[in-house]
């Protein structure tokens, strides 16, 4: 288990199993490690009881459960905790697309017989968001800088306390002659807030919420396994942007923290809850917009003036001088941000601070 000394908190783990010495072998693997605390049920009826009454960090269910299927459980326990980790075990693999698994909140599968390195494994990636002192991002956009615009300070925040990030960019841009040197904007805009550019090459103005929009974004998520996920706000006027919004919200439901950025075609309705101060990240993200500015000088909401502006206002919600605003779809990392001793980007609730 690594990093198990940054866990102050015991993690509670519900174990849905019917047979019982599959059940009782889970338990006696769960219960070698101090910090965790293993329950385990028979019957999904009294595991779907303590999910809608108790207080879980992680669901380990068999698929095959008496009058009811692990996925089905998995996406009930979504309804009752948002971003609830889920690992499915199963004697029969490969039925389950990896999309299908991922739309059920499905973290993990793991193939029987169990051993007990591989589960204990399967548990540590689970419980990542909870162990984890560094992050996993992803940050998810319609168009070339759609990110950078939105989240590009708290990026450069996540970049300085050693989180990987990635880019996900469902769109090249509009179809014009210039494709290619677009792409090595967006290549080098990515690389100076250090992340990992997915660009895909989706129509501009045609994303519409499909499944290929909601398979992409499954694939990025079932392969990066972040705990963190900004995505465009819902309150625009751009329909590529709600499109992705709606997709992301659909498949990463086991994402454990997840934030909705805002865009210049945001409407009056986007309303920010969660502050994050950028004093330490703004250059950055003025330094990964100016490599798209270079090549649209004209596009005025890019310009450093513009930017800085508009992040100087949103520092009136944050202990900052510059802030981002963001929506909060779910956010069950909250806990730990008192641990996390995050320069200056600590994340500022409205009301609070
Ligand atoms: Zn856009």
Known sequence: MSNNQDLERIARILVVEDDDDQRTYLMHVLRRLGNLEPIGVGDPESALELLANEHWDLLITD????????????????????????????????????????????????????????????????????????????????????????????????????????????????????????????????????????????????IAESPTVDELIAAAISEIRPDTVYVHTPQDVVTDHRAVNASTRRVARAVPRLLCYQSPSSTVDFHPVEFIGIDNGLDSKLGALGAFLEAAPDREYLSPEMVRATARYWGRFASAKYAEPFEVVRDRLDRRTDRLDLPVGRPTRAGRG
């Open 63 to 206: 698929l095959i459960l008496p009058g009811r299927n692990g996925l089905n459980l998995a996406d009930e326990a979504q309804e009752h905790h948002g971003g609830l980790p889920v690992i499915v075990v199963t004697a029969h693999p490969s039925f389950e697309t990896a999309v299908e698994a991922v739309r059920a909140g499905v973290s993990d599968f793991l193939v029987k017989p169990l051993d007990a390195d591989r589960l204990l494994a399967a548990v540590d990636r689970a419980l990542s968001g909870f162990h984890r002192v560094t992050s996993r991002v992803l940050a998810i956009g319609a168009h070339p800088d759609d990110v950078e615009l939105g989240c590009g300070g708290a990026l450069a925040l996540h970049r300085i306390h050693g989180d990987e990030i990635t880019i996900l960019t469902m769109s090249q841009g509009a179809e014009t002659p210039d494709l290619e040197h677009r792409l090595k904007q967006a290549a080098l805009s990515a690389q100076r807030l250090g992340a990992t550019l997915i660009m895909h090459t989706l129509r501009e103005t045609m």
